[in-house]
């Protein structure tokens, strides 16, 4: 699906191949909206916060495949009631080849995500769009910033402002 990609690391005035990365498939799990009904003043403001998750995970018959799933949700609570609730959850499965150490993992984590999240980003947007509510268009955001795990020792914090989602 997805060409070569590969991740690299200068050191010592050197580059070096760490991952040797492709994107064999991606299909959407499941795509979920539902309207909730609330009672709300004209012109109230709803703060629409997503909520990202991951997971990593190998096939132990095939030790190149590791399979990724990347979810985003938006869900009302009543402590904060949103006008609906979203869940967008994508299932991407990965050749890997190379990938035995921690920051190896770390490197492949972060490559899978920035890879992923245009995909996740659109399905959100088209999934608003088609529910006839203004779309959501979620911020472009570097894969190694959405996760605090991917970050490492010289990463750095991305906040979702809700004002500026739409």
Request: glycine share 6%.
């Amino acid at each position: 699906m997805s060409g070569l990609g590969t991740r690299t690391q200068a050191g010592a005035g050197r580059v070096f191949i760490k991952l040797l990365t492709l994107m064999k498939n991606l299909t959407a799990d499941e795509l979920a909206f539902k309207m909730n009904h609330i009672k709300a003043e004209p012109n109230t403001r709803f703060e629409i916060k997503p909520f990202f998750s991951r997971r990593i995970q190998g096939v132990n018959e095939t030790p190149l495949i590791h399979i990724v799933t990347l979810e985003c949700k938006i869900q009302s609570t009543d402590e904060s009631p949103k006008p609906f609730d979203l869940l967008v959850r994508l299932v991407g499965v990965f050749e890997v080849k190379d990938m035995k150490t921690d920051e190896d993992r770390r490197i492949f984590a972060v490559n899978a995500t920035e890879t992923m999240f245009p995909y996740l980003r659109a399905a959100i947007t088209n999934l608003t769009a088609d529910a006839l509510i203004p779309p959501i268009v979620l911020p472009v955001v570097s894969g190694g910033t959405l996760f605090p795990e991917d970050r490492g020792p010289a990463g750095y914090t991305i906040n979702f402002d809700p004002t500026t989602i739409n």
